[in-house]
C-alpha cells in the first residue's frame, strides 16, 4: 500500500469530519419561539427545540440534548461553508459513544490504492463516519477524543490521526491525548459528557 496516498485519503477524510463537528455540533445560536414536544425526527422543529434549551444552558440550567436534536442543529444551523463540505450530517448517541456521519464527494477523495481497487464501484458520493468520546477540559471545553474513522466503510488506520489532527491546528495541552480535537462548549457550559444516549451540558 502506499502510505504517502491513503495518509492523504485519511487526511481529507478527518478535515472533512472534523469540520461537521466543530462547525455543526458545537455552532449554537439564540433561541426562537416556545416548543414543547420532543422532537423524534431530524427537523427545523428540532432544532428550535434544542436552541431553547441551550437558551436555559445560559440562564445556569443543566440541559440534555438528543442525537436528534443534536443532529438537527447540525442540519439546520451550522453555517453554509460546512454544510457545503458534509451532506446529511446527523449524530448518534450510544452509551458515551459519539458518533457523527456525513456524506462527502467520492471525488473528493484523493487517489490511493486501497480505495482505488474500489471506487468504480463507489457511487457519486460516500459515507464518512467518526466515532469517539467526549473527555473533559478547562476553560468551558471538551475534547473528542477520536477512536474510529472510516470512509464508504473503509476503516482509516488510526495511525493517521495524531498527524492530521496536528496539520488541522491541534496544538498539545494537557490533558489532550494526540488524537483527540479540543472543542469549543456553547455559551453558558463549563463541561460535557455523553451518558445513556444524550449530552448533557453543565453550567
Given at each position: 500500500m502506499n502510505d504517502k496516498g491513503f495518509a492523504r485519503a485519511a487526511g481529507l477524510v478527518l478535515v472533512l469530519v472534523l469540520v461537521a463537528?466543530?462547525?455543526?455540533?458545537?455552532?449554537?445560536?439564540?433561541?426562537?419561539?416556545?416548543?414543547?414536544?420532543?422532537?423524534?425526527?431530524?427537523?427545523e422543529e428540532a432544532a428550535a427545540v434544542a436552541e431553547e434549551k441551550l437558551a436555559q444552558l445560559?440562564?445556569?440550567?443543566?440541559?440534555?440534548?438528543?442525537?436528534?436534536?443534536?443532529?438537527?442543529?447540525?442540519r439546520y444551523r451550522a453555517p453554509i461553508w460546512a454544510i457545503n463540505l458534509v451532506d446529511d450530517p446527523y449524530i448518534e448517541l450510544s452509551g458515551d459513544t459519539l458518533q457523527l456521519v456525513g456524506v462527502v464527494a467520492t471525488d473528493n477523495v484523493p487517489s490511493h490504492p486501497?480505495?482505488?481497487?474500489?471506487?468504480?464501484?463507489?457511487?457519486?458520493?460516500s459515507e464518512v463516519s467518526v466515532s469517539g468520546r467526549l473527555q473533559p477540559l478547562d476553560d468551558g471545553r471538551a475534547a473528542l477524543e477520536i477512536h474510529q474513522v472510516e470512509f464508504a466503510r473503509i476503516p482509516i488506520p488510526s495511525r493517521y490521526y495524531s498527524t492530521f489532527l496536528s496539520r488541522m491546528g491541534r496544538r498539545d495541552e494537557p490533558g489532550l491525548s494526540p488524537t483527540a480535537v479540543a472543542l469549543s462548549l456553547p455559551a453558558g457550559a463549563r463541561s460535557a459528557r455523553v451518558e445513556d444516549g444524550q449530552l448533557h451540558l453543565f453550567p
Amino acid at each position: 500500500m502506499n502510505d504517502k496516498g491513503f495518509a492523504r485519503a485519511a487526511g481529507l477524510v478527518l478535515v472533512l469530519v472534523l469540520v461537521a463537528a466543530v462547525a455543526g455540533l458545537w455552532w449554537f445560536r439564540s433561541s426562537l419561539g416556545a416548543r414543547s414536544a420532543a422532537p423524534t425526527e431530524i427537523s427545523e422543529e428540532a432544532a428550535a427545540v434544542a436552541e431553547e434549551k441551550l437558551a436555559q444552558l445560559q440562564a445556569g440550567e443543566a440541559i440534555s440534548l438528543s442525537a436528534v436534536e443534536l443532529s438537527s442543529l447540525m442540519r439546520y444551523r451550522a453555517p453554509i461553508w460546512a454544510i457545503n463540505l458534509v451532506d446529511d450530517p446527523y449524530i448518534e448517541l450510544s452509551g458515551d459513544t459519539l458518533q457523527l456521519v456525513g456524506v462527502v464527494a467520492t471525488d473528493n477523495v484523493p487517489s490511493h490504492p486501497e480505495l482505488d481497487r474500489v471506487r468504480p464501484l463507489l457511487p457519486d458520493s460516500s459515507e464518512v463516519s467518526v466515532s469517539g468520546r467526549l473527555q473533559p477540559l478547562d476553560d468551558g471545553r471538551a475534547a473528542l477524543e477520536i477512536h474510529q474513522v472510516e470512509f464508504a466503510r473503509i476503516p482509516i488506520p488510526s495511525r493517521y490521526y495524531s498527524t492530521f489532527l496536528s496539520r488541522m491546528g491541534r496544538r498539545d495541552e494537557p490533558g489532550l491525548s494526540p488524537t483527540a480535537v479540543a472543542l469549543s462548549l456553547p455559551a453558558g457550559a463549563r463541561s460535557a459528557r455523553v451518558e445513556d444516549g444524550q449530552l448533557h451540558l453543565f453550567p
